[in-house]
């Protein structure tokens, strides 16, 4: 009995002192992201140079991605992923890119239909190696409109909390506290830019690099226009946000107004798609002499161009800035 309940205390202990070293590991780790996070917040906006070595002593990046930066594209494809809030990198998003083209080269081929398998093959995988591309595009979208819809709440609290009577820098870090994600993110970017000494100027620059909305540049304009008049920057917050509060509800009205040109175009677009899918499905061999014949070919070529050329010409009547 006695050596049981010895066993048993051993592994109780055991599991105890296992428990507080994880915890005291997590700890460690969540105070280390936290200060790379603060570092690179200046050195991604061009701070000095020494403090980069506080992040990863190879200089953070690998054979490829040093080889990458020199290519023109490398730079919009890296801003692109921090838009979008991934934490993706030029090598992981190339990666993808090749997987994707690999798996559309391989079901072009596997396509019934007859045509030249190099021209299935290139067809299908390069539209594949771009789905990467889309993907990172639409989250950029959804990420950008979801922090333009919070800028107004972060705003009208950042005023609130400056008519406490509080610090503009401490209420940069209360709004990066209670703000929820993405910009509850890049509002404690800013407070953690300025805590580590750079200038107002430039860390609000950063922001607006970071979060490339016309209302964001507004902020940064007005914030950086009182510094140098004065005036009271509450009351020039909180009528910024009820003008972009404004300017959503017009924008809800022009999309409500603009819905039947935008279903339609959908449908002008996916019919034509829907249908010739339908017919290789059901009749693999019905569209074998249009492909096989010149002028066939020239006419789906044509067709091709003519349905992108009408599908830009109608996002342009119906898309209107507001």
């Given at each position: 009995?006695?050596?049981?309940?010895?066993?048993?205390?051993?592994?109780?202990?055991?599991?105890?002192?296992?428990?507080?070293?994880?915890?005291?590991?997590?700890?460690?780790?969540?105070?280390?992201?936290?200060?790379?996070?603060?570092?690179?917040?200046?050195?991604e906006s061009g701070q000095e140079?020494?403090?980069?070595?506080?992040?990863?002593?190879?200089?953070?990046?690998?054979?490829?991605?040093?080889?990458?930066?020199?290519?023109?594209?490398?730079?919009?494809?890296?801003?692109?992923?921090?838009?979008?809030?991934?934490?993706?990198?030029?090598?992981?998003?190339?990666?993808?890119?090749?997987?994707?083209?690999?798996?559309?080269?391989?079901?072009?081929?596997?396509?019934?239909?007859?045509?030249?398998?190099?021209?299935?093959?290139?067809?299908?995988?390069?539209?594949?190696?771009?789905?990467?591309?889309?993907?990172?595009?639409?989250?950029?979208?959804?990420?950008?409109?979801?922090?333009?819809?919070?800028?107004p709440d972060a705003l009208d609290?950042?005023?609130?909390?400056?008519?406490?009577?509080?610090?503009?820098?401490?209420?940069?870090?209360?709004?990066?506290?209670?703000?929820?994600?993405?910009?509850?993110?890049?509002?404690?970017?800013?407070?953690?830019?300025?805590?580590?000494?750079?200038?107002?100027?430039?860390?609000?620059?950063?922001?607006?690099?970071?979060?490339?909305?016309?209302?964001?540049?507004?902020?940064?304009?007005?914030?950086?226009?009182?510094?140098?008049?004065?005036?009271?920057?509450?009351?020039?917050?909180?009528?910024?946000?009820?003008?972009?509060?404004?300017?959503?509800?017009?924008?809800?009205?022009?999309?409500?107004?603009?819905?039947?040109?935008?279903?339609?175009?959908?449908?002008?677009?996916?019919?034509?798609?829907?249908?010739?899918?339908?017919?290789?499905?059901?009749?693999?061999?019905?569209?074998?002499?249009?492909?096989?014949?010149?002028?066939?070919?020239?006419?789906?070529?044509?067709?091709?161009?003519?349905?992108?050329?009408?599908?830009?010409?109608?996002?342009?009547?119906?898309?209107?800035?507001?």
């Amino acid at each position: 009995m006695n050596t049981i309940l010895a066993f048993c205390f051993l592994v109780i202990l055991a599991l105890l002192l296992l428990s507080i070293s994880v915890g005291l590991k997590y700890y460690e780790s969540s105070r280390r992201k936290k200060l790379v996070s603060m570092l690179r917040t200046v050195t991604e906006s061009g701070q000095e140079r020494q403090v980069n070595l506080l992040i990863a002593e190879g200089g953070g990046r690998d054979a490829m991605e040093n080889a990458l930066v020199s290519i023109n594209f490398s730079e919009k494809i890296v801003q692109l992923i921090a838009e979008a809030g991934m934490d993706w990198t030029l090598t992981r998003f190339l990666v993808t890119s090749l997987v994707t083209f690999i798996i559309g080269a391989v079901m072009g081929l596997a396509m019934p239909v007859n045509a030249s398998p190099m021209a299935k093959l290139f067809l299908v995988a390069g539209i594949a190696a771009f789905l990467p591309l889309m993907y990172l595009k639409k989250k950029r979208g959804a990420r950008l409109a979801a922090l333009e819809a919070q800028l107004p709440d972060a705003l009208d609290f950042l005023s609130r909390s400056m008519r406490a009577g509080h610090a503009f820098t401490i209420s940069l870090e209360m709004v990066g506290e209670e703000i929820h994600e993405p910009l509850g993110q890049e509002f404690r970017a800013l407070f953690n830019e300025q805590n580590l000494g750079a200038s107002l100027e430039r860390s609000l620059a950063s922001f607006h690099k970071r979060v490339p909305l016309p209302d964001v540049r507004f902020f940064a304009s007005a914030v950086l226009l009182q510094r140098q008049t004065g005036g009271n920057l509450a009351e020039i917050l909180n009528r910024l946000s009820q003008i972009i509060r404004e300017r959503f509800r017009l924008k809800g009205q022009v999309k409500a107004a603009s819905g039947h040109g935008r279903l339609t175009a959908t449908i002008l677009t996916l019919l034509p798609i829907a249908t010739l899918i339908g017919l290789v499905v059901s009749s693999p061999g019905y569209l074998d002499p249009m492909l096989n014949d010149p002028t066939g070919r020239k006419l789906i070529a044509a067709g091709i161009m003519a349905q992108i050329i009408g599908n830009f010409f109608i996002r342009k009547v119906i898309k209107i800035k507001v």
